[in-house]
């Protein structure tokens, strides 16, 4: 039973880390560039919530789509502002820019009179509940995660496979030269995966915060997100859920089963283990370049 | 700067042997077999897709091939790695030029020279007497090579900056610096403008006469082909489809039926070629 | 304006290419050598930290800058060294032996952290060695019958076979010396046909292999020479700060050293050490700026991180070429006066081409 109790718990936690890899999978099966942003806009987003919720009173769906709204809207405008100028640099540099990106998030964020430098909770209706199934005790708030993570992925599922937009992605990301002769408008889809990222990132923000409450070093959670995207492949949409679950599984387990201090290092041990033996991830491909 | 003129010409260099190839679904190669002579050009033709890159990815170890194999001086080259293939005397161009870009000329070409190099980490560190002579030693070869292309202007400039003309004499120039027994050119006309073919082929006759440098080369401009090959093979989607010398197979019907066209463009190179 | 005139290969060959540079680079070696006795006390060590970072960033430069391997967890290396001087000089090891087994280790560990490198490319080696970079924190922090864990070890001040290096004069010649070693050791490796090795993987692995060079064996040494500096700047770190512990090593200061190049100028020398001058410098200015900043943001916990996000993002945007770029285009500008046109520096505008198929 304790089993059961940690593995759904790890599955939660695996969610989080796999929504926030869906962000930068995106953005990198877009574009290329790694974005260790995603984190700080994970944060931004929870920050979005608790002001919506709090300050301005509104209703708690009102809240959710209107933070998501506003992020995407700020993914637009960051892609337009500073990811737009420096396409065609090295993969360094992108990388050291949104690590750039992510300072200024968290430095701006505890700014903010009073409310940055503090631990907030998020009061969300389904707040501390549980349900009990038998022996097991479900937290709401991790049902909540799961259930929300599904649906997502189902949504984005439809959307890449079905659509033109997948492919222009995947295109664009390819090569770029190519795709802007093609009358793919590689500019705007930039945008709009950054656009989407963003949400992406918000919601993740807006699950995690019942849980780990909202403060500005919640991004620091992002990190744990790269492993994720490592095991599932960086190319891969479903791979990034699907690394993110291994992951929080593996963390769960460790916590408990193995000595001290494993715990937070499992998920790097994995990252290890994984380039060693499946160097692409589960789910990705292997690229040769053609001389 | 000369290699081997002690070896007898007309002697085997290289021999491949039941090549083939096979990716995935896609059999790139299949059953090719020929040798090219110390001292020859040799041209490998064919439409694209034929599998000519390919049979230069296998001698460059860059694949292993899915059966056959490949000897240099009697040498099996599945034994190597790939870094191990300079090292023999084999050096190569790439079709789509792979430079470094961000070096200048100079030091791409000084590149070439490394399995040549005498110094280990520890020497060069400490930059000792011998690294320094071994580093002039260098350069003079090199300059031999950047004077042989008319490369003066360029030493210093950075690779990226160059117009793509330049770009393919610096891939030759650097193939050449590492003083190579056999050199495999991949297209080496390509994109070039009619006066730089023509210099191509200069140079080329150069490096088969003056450097004694056996050649082994993809083309497709059947002009150059002419003029400076001993021997030509015929490729179509893998396999074999004439093996002779290039008046032999541009009149072999399987070959014009695959790659030269019609009969009137047939026509035409017969007349220049008479 | 000035003309180089070249009639010998050795003048290529030469690593001050003509008087000028010879001139200035005494004048601030007899700078350097002087501060002592021309700084307070607190300025020189500053300088201290400046030198002792720059050993670290021209690792760290040979690594990333010339060699093309990403390093996420470059600290890791940091307090390899650091933690090995400290655990040797404890036990009473004189000080260039403990020195000496510091950057060893730490190459040794960077030969490990740097067998990814031999089967990963570009993000995913990236992930390997930030993932190397947690788990020597972690063993850091758990193994603490040797490093004392979270509580961290103090060590004794540099014993060179009796000579004490105990006043921040001495030890900051000591720094100088080692420093200078250092720039001497990469400057050497970069005319030389190992440094154009590393060059040649950074740019097209699949020529290097075909120039004959061994990616593998290259690749690991750069990983070790790399390393070893670090090891050998933490070691000078570890005895600046008399004190240790693991939280010093973390990410943050990872990324730090990666802040450092790119802020210095991917791809120099100069960069390296024009970096490490920001490294140390900022924190100081910030401090300085804060009194006269309206409260909410002289007073924010986060200033810090935000002007350190800023210069980045303004670096990676204006900047690609760091600080040593801008210098160089301010001392063209001056050399070349009235005829600096603008284009002189443009980087040649490049489509993003996929990374994978490298």
Known sequence: MQFVQLVISGIAQGCIYGLIALGFVLIYKATETVSFAQGELMMLGAFCGLACMTFLGFPFWLSVLSSIAAMAAFGVFLERLVIRPILGQPAFSVVMLTIGIGYVARGLITMIPGIGTDTHTLPVPYKDQVWKLGELVLNVEQMVVIASTAVLSGILYLVFSRSKVGLAMQASSQNQLAAYYMGIPVKRLNGLVWGLASAVAAIAGLLLAPITFVHANMGFIGLKAFPAAVVGGFGSLPGAIVGGLVIGIVESLSGFYLPDGIKDVAAYVVVLIMLMVKPNGLFGDKLRKKV | ?274 | MRFIFKTDYAQDLRLAKHGGHVFWYSLLLVALLAAPFIVSEYWLAQVTFILIYSIVGLGLMLLAGFTGLFSLGHAAFLGVGAYTQAVLTNMGVPFPIALVCAGGLSAAVGIVVGLPALRVKGIYLGMATLSFGFIVEEIFARWEKVTGGNAGIHIKAPDLFGFKADTGNSFYWLCLVITVASTFVIMNLLRSPTGRAFVAIRDSEVSAQSMGINLARYKSMSFAISAGLAGIGGALYAHKLQFISPDQFSILQSIDLLLMVVVGGVGSIHGAFFGAIFLITMPQLIAGVKDYLPAIIGQAPGLQGFVYGAVLIAFVLFEPLGLYGRWLKVRTYLQLFPFYRAGMFKRQKSFQKSDRLK
Do not use: C
């Open chain 2, 1 to 274: 700067m000369s290699t081997s003129t002690s070896k007898p010409a007309g002697e085997v260099l290289l021999t491949a042997s039941q090549l083939s190839m096979r990716f995935g679904g896609v059999l790139a190669v299949n059953g090719v077999s020929f040798d090219v002579k110390r001292g020859e050009v040799f041209t490998l033709i064919g439409p694209n897709g034929a599998g000519k890159t390919t049979v230069f990815n296998l001698i460059s170890r860059l694949y292993t091939p899915s059966t056959g194999d490949i000897s240099f001086e009697g040498r099996k080259l599945s034994e190597l790695a790939p870094h191990e293939v300079a090292g023999l005397g084999i050096a190569r161009t790439f079709q789509n030029i792979e430079l470094f870009e961000h070096a200048s000329v100079l030091q791409n070409l000084l590149i070439g020279r490394h399995t040549h190099r005498q110094s280990n980490v520890l020497s060069d560190i400490f930059f000792t007497g011998r690294v320094r002579r071994a580093e002039l030693e260098a350069r003079e070869k090199v300059e031999q090579v950047i004077e042989l292309l008319d490369l003066q202007h360029h030493r210093d400039s950075m690779v990226a900056g160059l117009p793509y003309g330049v770009r393919k004499v610096v891939e030759l120039a650097r193939a050449l610096s590492t003083e190579p027994k056999l050199l495999l050119l991949d297209e080496p006309s390509s994109g070039l403008n009619v006066e730089e073919t023509d210099d191509m082929a200069f140079w080329i006759r150069d490096i088969q006469q003056e450097l004694g440098v056996t050649v082994l080369m993809v083309e497709h401009d059947m002009s150059l082909v002419s003029k400076v090959s001993d021997r030509v093979l015929a490729m179509n989607q893998g396999e074999m489809l004439a093996l002779g010398t290039p008046r032999e197979v541009q009149t072999h019907p399987g070959v014009i039926e695959a790659y030269l066209g019609s009969i009137d463009d047939v026509s035409s190179l017969r007349r220049k070629t008479a």
